[in-house]
């Protein structure tokens, strides 16, 4: 028998001592980084968390529970009994069972009132069904991700089961070695702002911590991780762990399992189809650019590697390294990652992108950790200059501002990333035109943007209380307000440009492709319009130099050919709507971590903020710091 053989069986023996026959087990399986129990007796696992919790004391893993196939009633009867028992108001609009775990996914509009239905409940239902049953809140706004990614794990379902498997044999493995020696490489994202990669290396295991690409890179070498230069076989990786779904994080994703990747991607349970939406429009446009690394059967691959985590749940990705997802404030799903290495020796921070700041979204950055010795912050507005308004200020320059160009009849252009800024401007705009402060006109929103938010409402868990609680109890959504008005296809946009006033909000955020370009070419040459950026604004995007000061830009159009653009709308910044943490948030944030560190690395940033933030971090805390450019390797104990 195999050591991974051998270890699984150690661990039935351990649950099958815990667990009374009347607990009907069947068979305990790997589910990836979870111990999965398989029982005739659903009612009495379910209903006995001292009993489970008992298990997961003595087997130091996550148990979850599953029914025995054999009391699966087939789809078909499942889905006719679901629809026998559920309310007519609640919404009904969608039914996935998902064979490789046993469970049904249902999606409703109003999730409180199937929840308020006693056939509804979590015990019940597995009884009569044989299925665990997952309530889901779906938006009224269709989207197709969500369909992509339901569809991608139907069809791969024993694929599935088998990759589970083998991810669980691979995490439990027996250590080869006591050391705790714990290496960094720098691959991406240092002394930059794009292709965030790093490597962390156990003398038991190698973690992939995002992998992004750049999108102001002139050339192969600084548009993607540097792989190469790491020597990485991606068949030793152990796992990809990924903070967010932004392309300068995700982007190269799908690159891996093209060339050889098979391992787990976790992520937290809204990252996986945000990411989803922005792979597969970054591969529709990589091909109309003929700059294709991968395709779509590459995103579709990434899917069912992936492992969503809801925060704070701890989760074993290798023999040595547990993890912990926790909101780091700056997107939907967005997570810093803790990582619990060897029996508690070292326990490393990545803050991701962060906010450490109200916003209308989301919660501020969690910093509630047990032990951190090593924290890796990022550092993109680390200047002592880099200093954001209030928010109150902010909405009422940026509201003045569109005012200022809708009495003038003119248009204002919002270029923003599909996710997050988009998402907050439109909570904005929303609030100020039902208050009478905004000028009441169409607001058009690109389709893109639309598809992201109906992820938004997919998942209010993860948003700002207030927000949340509008979504889930009041059942309403300040994103599907009357105000907007959704542009699905390019020959829609004519209308939009013949609208005055208007406002106008696109992707890409920096300029860098995107139906934004469309707009910009046709809005940018007159006085009375006006462009107004919400967002970072990389070095080297189209975007840095429009908001620098070019006066005169070349665009392809859709004919393929070149188009020179005369700038002369106003163009404006306005700061303190953005996902990252200012120079106070940074330092308030490392301050108040407890224990005291021991070290801080910095990332994510122009090299001479970056060096300043360490420098500071160093005088006045008294911690080690430092700013490691790409291609460093960093003992960190």
């Given at each position: 028998?195999?050591q991974?053989?051998?270890?699984?069986?150690?661990?039935?023996?351990?649950?099958?001592?815990?667990i009374?026959?009347?607990?009907?087990i069947?068979?305990?399986?790997?589910?990836?980084?979870?111990?999965?129990?398989?029982?005739?007796?659903?009612r009495?696992?379910?209903?006995?968390?001292?009993?489970?919790?008992?298990?997961?004391?003595?087997v130091?893993?996550?148990v979850?529970?599953?029914?025995?196939?054999?009391?699966?009633?087939?789809?078909?009867?499942?889905?006719?009994?679901?629809?026998?028992i559920?309310?007519?108001?609640?919404?009904l609009?969608?039914?996935?069972?998902?064979?490789a775990?046993?469970?049904?996914?249902?999606?409703?509009?109003?999730?409180?009132?199937?929840?308020?239905?006693?056939?509804?409940?979590?015990?019940?239902?597995?009884?009569?069904?044989?299925?665990?049953?997952?309530?889901?809140?779906?938006s009224?706004?269709?989207?197709?991700?969500?369909?992509?990614?339901y569809q991608?794990?139907?069809?791969?379902?024993?694929?599935?089961?088998?990759?589970?498997?083998?991810f669980?044999?691979?995490?439990f493995r027996s250590?080869?070695?006591?050391?705790?020696?714990?290496?960094?490489k720098?691959?991406?994202?240092?002394q930059?702002?794009?292709?965030?990669?790093?490597?962390?290396?156990?003398?038991?295991?190698?973690?992939?911590?995002?992998?992004?690409?750049?999108?102001?890179a002139?050339n192969?070498?600084?548009?993607?991780?540097?792989?190469?230069?790491?020597g990485?076989?991606?068949?030793?990786l152990?796992?990809?762990?990924m903070?967010?779904?932004?392309?300068?994080?995700?982007?190269?994703l799908?690159?891996?399992?093209?060339?050889?990747?098979?391992?787990?991607?976790?992520?937290?349970?809204?990252?996986?189809?945000?990411?989803?939406?922005?792979?597969?429009?970054?591969?529709?446009?990589?091909?109309?650019?003929?700059?294709?690394?991968?395709?779509?059967v590459?995103?579709?691959?990434?899917?069912k590697?992936?492992?969503?985590?809801?925060?704070?749940?701890?989760?074993?990705?290798?023999?040595d390294?547990?993890i912990?997802?926790?909101?780091?404030g700056?997107i939907?799903?967005?997570?810093?990652?803790?990582?619990h290495?060897?029996?508690?020796?070292?326990?490393?921070?990545?803050?991701?992108?962060?906010?450490?700041?109200?916003?209308?979204?989301l919660?501020?950055?969690i910093?509630?950790?047990?032990?951190?010795?090593?924290?890796?912050?990022?550092?993109?507005?680390?200047?002592k200059?880099?200093i954001?308004?209030?928010?109150e200020?902010?909405d009422?320059?940026f509201?003045?501002?569109?005012?200022?160009?809708?009495k003038?009849?003119?248009k204002?252009?919002?270029?923003?990333?599909?996710?997050?800024?988009?998402?907050?401007?439109?909570?904005?705009l929303?609030?100020?035109?039902?208050?009478g402060?905004?000028?009441e006109c169409?607001?058009?929103?690109?389709?893109?943007?639309?598809?992201?938010?109906?992820?938004?409402?997919?998942?209010?868990e993860?948003?700002?209380?207030?927000?949340?609680?509008?979504?889930?109890?009041?059942?309403e959504?300040?994103?599907?307000s009357?105000?907007?008005?959704?542009v699905?296809h390019?020959?829609?946009?004519?209308?939009v440009?013949?609208?005055?006033?208007?406002?106008?909000?696109?992707?890409?955020?920096?300029?860098?492709?995107?139906?934004?370009?469309?707009?910009?070419?046709?809005?940018s040459?007159?006085?009375?319009?006006?462009?107004i950026?919400?967002?970072?604004?990389?070095?080297?995007?189209?975007?840095?130099?429009?908001l620098?000061?070019?006066?005169?830009?070349?665009?392809?159009?859709?004919?393929?050919?070149?188009?020179?653009?005369?700038?002369k709308?106003d163009?404006?910044?306005?700061?303190?709507?953005?996902?990252?943490?200012?120079?106070?948030?940074?330092?308030?944030?490392?301050?108040?971590?407890?224990?005291k560190?021991k070290?801080?690395?910095?990332d994510?940033?122009?090299?001479?903020?970056?060096?300043?933030?360490?420098?500071?971090?160093?005088?006045?805390?008294?911690?080690?710091?430092?700013?490691?450019?790409?291609?460093?390797?960093?003992?960190?104990?």
């Amino acid at each position: 028998m195999s050591q991974a053989g051998k270890i699984a069986l150690n661990l039935m023996e351990v649950i099958a001592k815990k667990i009374p026959k009347e607990g009907g087990i069947t068979r305990v399986e790997y589910e990836g980084p979870r111990i999965a129990l398989y029982t005739k007796n659903p009612r009495f696992l379910i209903g006995n968390n001292p009993l489970i919790s008992d298990i997961v004391n003595s087997v130091k893993k996550r148990v979850v529970i599953r029914c025995d196939i054999s009391l699966r009633k087939s789809e078909e009867e499942t889905r006719q009994y679901i629809g026998d028992i559920a309310s007519s108001e609640s919404g009904l609009s969608g039914i996935f069972f998902d064979n490789a775990i046993g469970e049904v996914i249902v999606d409703v509009n109003k999730p409180s009132l199937l929840k308020q239905q006693s056939e509804f409940n979590l015990l019940d239902f597995a009884e009569k069904t044989g299925w665990i049953i997952n309530i889901n809140k779906i938006s009224t706004i269709p989207s197709t991700t969500l369909k992509t990614i339901y569809q991608t794990l139907k069809s791969t379902e024993t694929e599935r089961e088998k990759l589970f498997r083998n991810f669980g044999n691979n995490i439990f493995r027996s250590r080869l070695t006591s050391t705790n020696e714990v290496t960094l490489k720098t691959l991406g994202g240092f002394q930059e702002v794009g292709r965030s990669s790093m490597l962390i290396e156990t003398g038991e295991s190698k973690i992939l911590l995002d992998c992004g690409i750049h999108p102001g890179a002139k050339n192969s070498f600084s548009s993607y991780p540097r792989f190469d230069w790491a020597g990485i076989d991606l068949q030793d990786l152990d796992a990809v762990i990924m903070s967010h779904a932004h392309l300068d994080h995700s982007g190269f994703l799908p690159a891996l399992f093209k060339y050889g990747y098979n391992g787990p991607v976790y992520c937290s349970e809204p990252t996986l189809p945000l990411m989803t939406l922005l792979l597969n429009d970054a591969v529709k446009i990589a091909s109309m650019e003929g700059r294709q690394f991968y395709d779509l059967v590459d995103v579709r691959d990434m899917i069912k590697h992936c492992v969503p985590l809801s925060f704070d749940s701890v989760t074993d990705v290798s023999p040595d390294i547990k993890i912990v997802l926790k909101n780091s404030g700056h997107i939907l799903g967005s997570a810093s990652i803790h990582l619990h290495i060897g029996d508690g020796s070292h326990n490393i921070v990545y803050s991701g992108d962060f906010k450490y700041g109200p916003s209308s979204l989301l919660e501020p950055a969690i910093l509630n950790y047990p032990r951190v010795e090593t924290l890796i912050v990022e550092g993109t507005y680390g200047s002592k200059i880099d200093i954001m308004p209030s928010r109150e200020e902010v909405d009422t320059d940026f509201v003045h501002s569109i005012n200022d160009t809708i009495k003038s009849d003119g248009k204002v252009l919002i270029p923003v990333p599909a996710v997050g800024r988009a998402q907050e401007i439109m909570l904005v705009l929303s609030r100020y035109m039902n208050s009478g402060d905004l000028i009441e006109c169409p607001i058009f929103i690109e389709g893109m943007i639309s598809e992201a938010t109906a992820i938004h409402i997919n998942y209010p868990e993860y948003l700002e209380r207030n927000l949340r609680k509008q979504i889930i109890e009041n059942d309403e959504s300040p994103f599907e307000s009357d105000y907007f008005t959704i542009v699905n296809h390019p020959s829609q946009r004519s209308e939009v440009l013949q609208t005055n006033p208007c406002i106008i909000m696109a992707t890409s955020g920096m300029l860098e492709g995107g139906p934004v370009l469309d707009y910009f070419g046709k809005i940018s040459n007159k006085k009375e319009n006006k462009i107004i950026f919400v967002s970072y604004q990389v070095q080297g995007t189209l975007g840095r130099r429009v908001l620098d000061g070019t006066s005169d830009v070349s665009l392809v159009n859709e004919d393929g050919k070149i188009q020179v653009v005369s700038i002369k709308c106003d163009v404006e910044k306005i700061d303190g709507f953005s996902g990252h943490s200012d120079y106070n948030q940074i330092m308030k944030y490392v301050s108040r971590l407890r224990p005291k560190l021991k070290r801080v690395i910095v990332d994510h940033g122009e090299k001479r903020k970056l060096e300043n933030l360490s420098h500071i971090i160093n005088r006045i805390f008294k911690i080690p710091a430092s700013a490691p450019a790409v291609r460093e390797a960093i003992k960190i104990c």
